[in-house]
Each structure stands twice: as structure tokens, then as C-alpha cells.
């Protein structure tokens, strides 16, 4: 029974004595599964971070007495996506004029909420700041989706390849012994499972990430609507909401 560094051994040496094609078809597959792998690792960190700022802005905007306040917490969490939503309603409801004590002024003394028109002005700079966020979190997810969808074809390339030099030395020695076919059936065995190798992980990062895309989304239309209400109930009446946004 072969040992587990025989096994590994063997299967090195299939591949440094696989035929150029072989070769190309392995070097290009390690190259999208180490690109693959490289992402999801730094999109793993990239969520975590917008998950923690997220929850330390949360506190800061249920805690803070004044917009202001909330508005100096918004700039030190630049990860979290609702983070940028308050940021970007905050300056336009400033306008021209972002002094943080006109602002609480304007915000707290509108015994009526704000006018209309500021608020959907506000509105519209929210939807454009999360169109920028959620773009933000899909970039690079395309190259994965690439992964999972082609990897499996550029293996089976190999395959189809190894499967012809099989019968190429078939032709050749006029045998169809083990000896002859073996070479050509290792490398297409070995080019299938490189291909399925980078594209599992590749699909299932995929599938994730963008659940966690479509989560976030979600949050910040509810955190945007929040907000709105925020500004636009009289001062006095208001009480912000205690969602943790995770």
C-alpha cells in the first residue's frame, strides 16, 4: 500500500513530467486558484472590518446627544457602510455651511423636521453613497465568478488533451497496454482535478461574499430610511433606533 509521500511524490512527478500543454493547462489553473485564494482572504478581512466599525458606529450613533458628534464618529469608521450614509446626509443637509454647531443648530431647532426639499435632497446623496459602497464590496468578486465558471473548462481542456496523447501512443506503438495509456490518462486525471481544485472555493467564496453584499445592502436601505425619519420628525419627538446594523 503506497504511503501518503509516495502518493504525493508520484503525483509531483506526473506533473513535472507532463507534456507542455499539461504544463500550461496546471500553471495557468495555479495561477487563478492562487489569485481566488488571495481574494478571498482579503475579502474575508475587508467584511470582518466593515462588521466591527459597523458595530462601533452603531453605539456612537445611539449614544450621541448630538449630530455632530455622530457626524466626528462617521469619519473615523470609514469601513462601515452606514458609517458613510450618515457622512453623506450629514454634509448635505449642511449644504454650503458644514460648521458643525449650524448644522445641530438646524437640526435640533426644526420644530417641524427639515423642509422637504433637504430631505430629499438627502435621500438622493444616501442612494448615491450606497451605490458607491455596494460597488465597493463587489469589486473583485467578478474574478471569482471568472474562477468558479472557466476553471472547470480549462481543466477539462487538459483533459481532453491527455485523453488524445493516450491515443496519439496508442496509434504509435500499436498497444493499447497500460504502459502506453497510463502517461496520457495521469495528466487528463490530473488536469481535471487542478480545475475542479480552483473552482470550488472560487464558487463558494463567491456565493457568500455576495450574500454578505446583498445583507449590507439591505441595512443601509433600513439605515437610510431611519435616518430620514430621524430628520424628519420634530425635534424633541425623536428616538434613535437601536438597531445594531450587523
Known amino acids: 500500500m ?12 506526473l506533473i513535472l513530467n507532463a ?8 500553471v495557468v489553473l495555479a495561477l487563478f486558484s492562487i489569485g481566488c485564494w488571495a481574494l478571498i482572504i482579503e475579502k474575508w478581512w475587508e467584511f470582518r472590518r466593515i462588521r466591527l466599525e459597523t458595530v462601533r458606529f452603531m453605539r456612537a450613533f445611539r449614544e450621541g446627544r448630538r449630530f455632530s458628534i455622530v457626524y466626528g464618529a462617521s469619519r473615523k469608521h470609514r469601513e462601515s457602510p452606514l458609517a458613510q450614509l450618515y457622512a453623506s446626509a450629514y454634509l448635505e443637509v449642511a449644504g454650503t455651511s458644514p460648521l458643525s454647531e449650524m448644522v445641530d443648530q438646524l437640526l435640533d431647532d426644526a420644530e417641524e423636521g427639515l423642509a ?4 430629499e435632497a438627502a435621500n438622493r446623496a444616501m442612494r448615491r453613497c450606497a451605490s458607491g459602497e455596494i460597488s465597493r464590496m463587489e469589486r473583485y468578486l467578478p474574478f471569482l465568478a471568472t474562477t468558479a465558471s472557466a476553471a472547470p473548462f480549462i481543466g477539462l481542456f487538459g483533459t481532453v488533451w491527455g485523453i488524445m496523447e493516450s491515443f496519439r501512443g ?3 506503438q500499436g498497444s493499447a497496454s ?3 495509456v497510463a502517461p496520457g490518462i495521469s495528466e487528463a486525471l490530473i488536469a481535471t482535478a487542478a480545475g475542479l481544485g480552483a473552482a470550488i472555493p ?12 446583498k445583507h449590507w445592502a439591505a441595512e443601509m436601505e433600513g439605515f437610510t430610511l431611519d435616518l430620514l425619519n430621524l430628520f424628519y420628525r420634530p425635534a424633541g419627538k425623536v428616538s434613535r433606533p437601536t438597531k445594531d446594523g450587523l
Open 170 to 172: 496508442i496509434g504509435q
Open 116 to 119: 422637504p426639499e433637504r430631505l
Open 19 to 26: 507534456g507542455p500543454v499539461a504544463k500550461f493547462v496546471l
Open 202 to 213: 472560487a464558487v463558494m467564496a463567491y456565493n457568500y461574499f455576495v450574500n454578505r453584499v
Open 178 to 180: 497500460l504502459a502506453v
Open 2 to 13: 503506497p504511503t501518503n509521500g509516495g502518493l504525493t511524490t508520484g503525483v509531483l512527478d
